[in-house]
């Protein structure tokens, strides 16, 4: 793995509390004998100019981790989720919710980000928030498959399982997923597992190359173990592997969820929800000249927050939603406060 090299642009307002939580990262990951510098860089110019340069707004931070460190931050980072250590550090700051979602979300998310393919930032969102909310508990999914893969995920996390029975259980699992969203008929032969998978990415069901990838990888470390008795696989992988598909199988339940719930009640009065792409509709401003054509093309492709596609539901949390009473930012705007929360 190469060396880390991030860097973090920030507001003068967030300053003093990104501050605090990059020295909270620093600190933790020293516990884990990973080096995470942290340093404001200015570019080598006259010391006249270094001055002005430190009044400058946004402000660059650079955080580091040599390359001999790369693994142990990885695997760090998934300490703090699956502790939920971010929720943790937030209930020791004042202005919790601000610092959470100015400060500690966009900086945990960039490193997330150049740590793993998939992220998922609503779930991210949550889970910093809300890290009570027990998510990374057991009981939370509604549809069978997540229940199940949780129950595997729980047993690996408390060792009950070695990594490859986990990725064996997986393995089947996600076998019997794809089989069924295909409408695989009971005692038909089954086509071979990444030719399934691709078929799930034709269909739209597997949408992402990241998560295609994520399926075969894990049935080929399967059948790697089976055929040639290579079983040990790198904690970290499996780590990287489990957190990744949990993450998958938390948005798919949240994506059901918010296709089955159509409409909301604002203000006393109950509206069908905004389907993404619909949106150019329910804006509370004028708009810009070009900007439908401008919005088809950026709709065509999935939302830039929850990922779903043209013409479904947004799920919980998602910025782009816009509300169907007032027309403004479904999050942002005040017509919840009436919402019986139905
Ligand atoms: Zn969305
Ligand atoms: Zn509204």
Partial sequence: ??????????????????????????????????TLSVSEQFPVVSADAQEMLRFKWPRDINVSVPDKDRESFDLFLQELLLNQG???????????????????????????????????????RRHILEGSRESLMAGQFVEETGQEYEALFQQWKLRMISGYEFIRGVDDLLNGFVLLQLEHKKGDPSPKFNRMVGEC????????????????????????????????????????????????????????????????????????????????????????????????????????????????????????ERCPCCSGQYLGCECAVEDSGE
């Fill in 1 to 34: 793995m190469l060396a880390l090299d991030v860097t973090i642009a920030i507001s003068e307002h967030s300053y003093q509390s990104a501050k605090a939580f990059l020295d909270f990262l620093r600190r933790a990951a020293r516990k884990h004998s990973i």
């Fill in 86 to 124: 971010l929720y943790y550090y937030l209930c020791t700051v004042s202005h919790r919710r601000e610092v959470a979602k100015s400060v500690v979300y966009p900086i945990f998310q960039q490193l997330l980000e150049s740590n793993f393919k998939v992220t998922y930032p609503s779930l991210l």
């Fill in 201 to 320: 990415g034709r269909k739209d069901i597997l949408r992402t190359k990241e998560i295609r990838k994520l399926f075969n990888l894990v049935h080929s470390l399967r059948t790697r173990g089976l055929h040639r008795l290579e079983r040990e696989i790198p904690d970290s992988e499996v780590s990287q592997i489990a957190l990744q598909l949990y993450w998958y199988f938390e948005y798919l339940d949240d994506y059901w969820k918010a296709q089955d719930r159509k409409t909301v009640i604002r203000r006393g009065k109950r509206y069908r929800r905004v389907r993404y792409g619909d949106e150019i509709r329910y804006l509370n401003f004028p708009i810009p000249e070009g900007y439908q054509a401008e919005w088809e093309k950026i709709s065509s492709g999935p939302c830039g927050d929850c990922g779903v596609i043209s013409g479904e539901l947004h799920l919980d949390g998602c910025d782009m």
